[in-house]
Nanobody
Framework: VQLQASGGGSVQAGESLRLSCVAS????????MGWYRQVPGKQRELVAS????????YPDPAVKGRFTISRDLAKNTVYLQMNSLKSEDTAVYYCAKDSGGTSWLNALDAWGMGTQVTVSS
């Protein structure tokens, strides 16, 4: 499976962006997927995940209530709706998928190329 992330850009603080991650290849099995972000000099961190059953988690309290992860199974696409963006959300965002052994992200086996999100205050 290959993942293609898109939707990043440069916005002002308070604006919104929606990131998309399209999966291609062998996509018959529904697996957990997630969005990560990374800033220079820091580790990549998990922002949001969606289980194989469609449940969601937001480990970072800084994005809870502002970011929403969702998926369209018919389009093999996972989205990250980001509202009320802040300058600290500036990062490269990556989507990733689980290998399918568990309901939630556990063993990642594919990453999309990053998409840059820049938020100006």
């Amino acid at each position: 499976v290959q993942l293609q992330a898109s939707g990043g850009g440069s916005v002002q603080a308070g604006e919104s962006l929606r990131l998309s991650c399209v999966a291609s290849g062998s996509t018959d099995t529904i697996v957990a997927m997630g969005w990560y972000r990374q800033v220079p000099g820091k580790q990549r961190e998990l922002v949001a995940s969606i289980s194989s059953g469609g449940n969601t988690r937001y480990p970072d309290p800084a994005v809870k209530g502002r970011f929403t992860i969702s998926r369209d199974l018919a389009k093999n696409t996972v989205y990250l709706q980001m509202n009320s963006l802040k300058s600290e959300d500036t990062a490269v965002y990556y989507c990733a998928k689980d290998s399918g052994g568990t309901s939630w992200l556990n063993a990642l086996d594919a990453w999309g190329m990053g998409t840059q999100v820049t938020v100006s205050s």
